[in-house]
């Protein structure tokens, strides 16, 4: 270890492009080694230099696709008549309205919904982070919810999932039937993990400031949320408009400075 240098790195990272790896799986590996590194030095007191440090591959963004608002009623629309998939509108909704992930969603047991409170309880067993979240509920995904009770009262009054079966079983999967109400509603290239993409958007779009919605998707950092940021450029004039107020309360302010010695 005491042997390895920036330029064994460069040629490990030159070596996993030429084996087609891609820039994400390589700074994962870049991450692990450099944590190693970095718990021995701590724990351990090697005398070594970290040489992982900042050799991480530039990624590029990816995909980010969003449904306008005509866009999700129209899916919305098409995904109630899938009448083998009689959850699937009400997933659309709680997605769109909560942003959360779908594993987040078609893993949630009645035991982590408060109504009472409005809220999702995800523990970090439930989140792709590790970290507990509180998820709000607005008005839509509380009627989607409420929909959800009502077909467990009818069907499996003893299941414990809030996206399960007429038996109760936990449902698993929804891709044949997501795509086919994308398909009917002329909705194109669009993923499951994309409504999570609209929820963000959606948010940004409205004024919602960037940390907030990093908090709302459970993002551990908020480099992960700037995705969003161009798709509030109304906000960013806003923003730099208080330069404007600012120098124009300075200006008044010296304007009457003068007007004060003129009249003396």
Known sequence: MERLRRADVSAYIEKR??????????????????????????????????????????????????????????????????????HLADFIRLALNTGCRKNELLKLSWDRVDLKANVLRLEGEHTKSGKRRAVPLNDEARRALLNRARFRAEHCPDSDWVFAHRKGKRIRF???????????????????????????????QGGVPLLEVAKLLGHSTIEMTERYAHLAPENLKAAVGVLDRLRNGYVDRAEQVVALKVSA
């Open 174 to 204: 929804m891709q044949n039937g997501f795509q086919a109400a994308c398909t009917r509603a002329k909705i194109k290239g669009f993923r499951v993990h994309d409504l999570r993409h609209t929820f963000a958007s959606w948010l940004v």
């Open 17 to 86: 492009k030429a084996d087609k790896v891609g820039p994400y799986t390589v700074n994962r590996e870049l991450d692990l080694l450099s944590a190693a590194i970095n718990y021995a030095r701590k724990h351990w007191e090697w005398d070594i230099q970290n040489p992982v440090s900042g050799m991480s591959l530039r990624q590029p963004e990816g995909h980010l696709r969003w449904l306008s608002r005509a866009e999700a009623d129209v899916l919305i629309r098409e995904a109630e008549k899938e009448a083998k998939s009689p």
